[in-house]
């Protein structure tokens, strides 16, 4: 799919909106809300807000993909994962390591919580700025049973009833930028993700793996 993305920071006395420009898989997520608690100099404390899981819309998957789908057919629609949480950040010559603990109940459909280990290393080769990443993140009952369970009322012929349980899904990454002009960047990037727990006992969830490839050009101004 063609995704169109304005990402962008600012920040003042302690109050910030910013875009993650090192992890691939959040370009099309949106930009972070926050206010930094306490600042060190390798080390920073956080209030934050931002979305955590991209939601889904089955009817518009359907209409997208011009045929039916029978397993999607009548299944409500999961909204995106927004939570508020603290953030932990430990920084490096090179990298940085952050710890994210957030509920997702005060402003999504979901009523569980998330916690994100994230690491990500920069390496400069020529004009390319290299991020390789890998990611731990801890999802709560309410949190998977929200956007792979089954309730009552979405049960069919294909889809029985099913209560979610929670789920740690390990990723890493690689994502790459390089300016090709004084205004254009190209990036690139691939992300490989695996779920642990009774995720695929789902009727709508057929693999424990996702995988992600982007490719794009960002516009400076």
Do not use: C
């Amino acid at each position: 799919y063609l995704n169109i993305s304005l990402l962008f920071a600012f920040y003042y006395e302690g109050f910030f909106i910013q875009s993650d420009h090192r992890r691939a898989h959040t370009h099309t997520l949106g930009a972070e809300l926050g206010y930094q608690l306490i600042i060190e100099d390798d080390w920073e404390l956080d209030i934050i807000s931002k979305s955590y899981i991209a939601g889904f819309y089955p009817g518009d998957i359907i209409d997208n993909a011009d045929k039916e789908i029978p397993i999607l057919e009548g299944l409500k629609n999961r909204s995106s994962g927004d939570g508020i949480g603290i953030r932990y950040s430990k920084y490096f010559e090179n990298s940085t390591i952050s710890l994210d603990v957030a509920t997702l109940a005060p402003l999504s459909g979901s009523d569980g919580w998330i916690a994100d280990l994230f690491y990500s290393h920069i390496v400069l080769y020529r004009n390319w700025d290299i991020y390789l990443n890998t990611g731990l993140t801890y999802y709560s009952d309410d949190v998977i049973d929200y956007y792979v369970g089954i309730d009552e009322s979405e049960t069919s012929a294909l889809r029985e009833e099913f209560t979610g349980h929670h789920s740690v899904k390990t990723q890493v990454e690689i994502f790459a930028q390089r300016p090709i002009s004084k205004s254009w960047t190209f990036n690139v990037g691939l992300s490989l993700s695996h779920y642990f727990g009774d995720i695929t006992d789902s009727p709508i969830v057929d693999r424990q793996n996702a995988s992600q490839i982007m490719a794009g050009v960002l516009y400076v101004f």
